[in-house]
Nanobody, 123 residues
């Protein structure tokens, strides 16, 4: 199963973008979905995660208060609403999925990944 991301693009600093992620198999279900990002020359880092019910979410300190993760289980889709974007947010954003709960910030816990979508924030 592969996750399919969309919604990336070029935006000016202070602007907004919404990323979407859907698995390529309709029946695929998972407990937790997450967003990670990787800037050029840097390691992939945790951005946000959300439980299957949507009742529990977590964010990295760098995006807390600016990004919001949500999910629509009827569409089997999660979203990352990004506001007040900064040039430091420029990266390839990856959607990932994992079974089980806990350790949501550890990328090694995630079993399924997408190809990523590029977000570029200009100053």
């Amino acid at each position: 199963v592969q996750m399919v991301e969309s919604g990336g693009g070029l935006v000016q600093a202070g602007g907004s973008l919404r990323l979407s992620c859907t698995p390529n198999e309709r029946t695929f279900k998972t407990y937790t979905r997450g967003w990670f990002r990787q800037a050029p020359g840097q390691e992939r880092e945790f951005v946000a995660s959300i439980s299957w019910s949507g009742g529990a979410s977590d964010y990295s300190n760098s995006v807390k208060g600016r990004f919001t993760i949500s999910r629509d289980n009827a569409k089997n889709t999660i979203y990352l609403q990004m506001t007040s974007l900064k040039p430091d947010d420029t990266a390839v954003y990856y959607c990932a999925a994992k079974t089980g709960v806990g350790r949501v910030k550890d990328l090694n816990e995630y079993d399924h990944w997408g190809q990523g979508t590029l977000v570029t924030v200009s100053s």
